[in-house]
Nanobody, 115 residues
Framework: QVQLVESGGGLVQAGGSLNLSCAVSGLIFSFNPMAWYRQAPGKQRELVAEFTITGRPSYADSVKGRFIISRDNAKKMVYLQMNSLKPEDTATYYC?????????WGLGTQVTVSS
């Protein structure tokens, strides 16, 4: 059974940093496409950062230069380092990984940025 568990969210002041983690289990984890999404109240879920099938990271314009996505294949972990946080970054953050044409999602971790 594939499971993704996010952690590392919390309350932080604007300008601060958080490092989100996503632990993946139940599948062979190598170069699977994977991503972080977020969803704010009343808004659609949006892509924040991803590793594409080529293995290169890609970022939404709103977080470019502030967020960094990384992965540790041996530990089956994906990370999202978030710096210079802004109140508009407030959302629930979700990790997703694709395997054999199926997208798996975690339950999310809440990030709240106060002004």
């Amino acid at each position: 059974q594939v499971q993704l568990v996010e952690s590392g969210g919390g309350l932080v002041q604007a300008g601060g940093s958080l490092n989100l983690s996503c632990a993946v289990s139940g599948l062979i984890f190598s170069f699977n496409p994977m991503a972080w999404y977020r969803q704010a109240p009343g808004k659609q879920r949006e892509l924040v950062a991803e590793f594409t099938i080529t293995g290169r990271p890609s970022y939404a314009d709103s977080v470019k230069g502030r967020f960094i996505i990384s992965r540790d294949n041996a530990k089956k972990m994906v990370y999202l380092q978030m710096n210079s946080l802004k109140p508009e970054d407030t959302a629930t953050y979700y990790c997703t990984v694709q395997a054999m044409g199926v997208a798996y999602w975690g339950l999310g971790t809440q990030v709240t940025v106060s002004s």
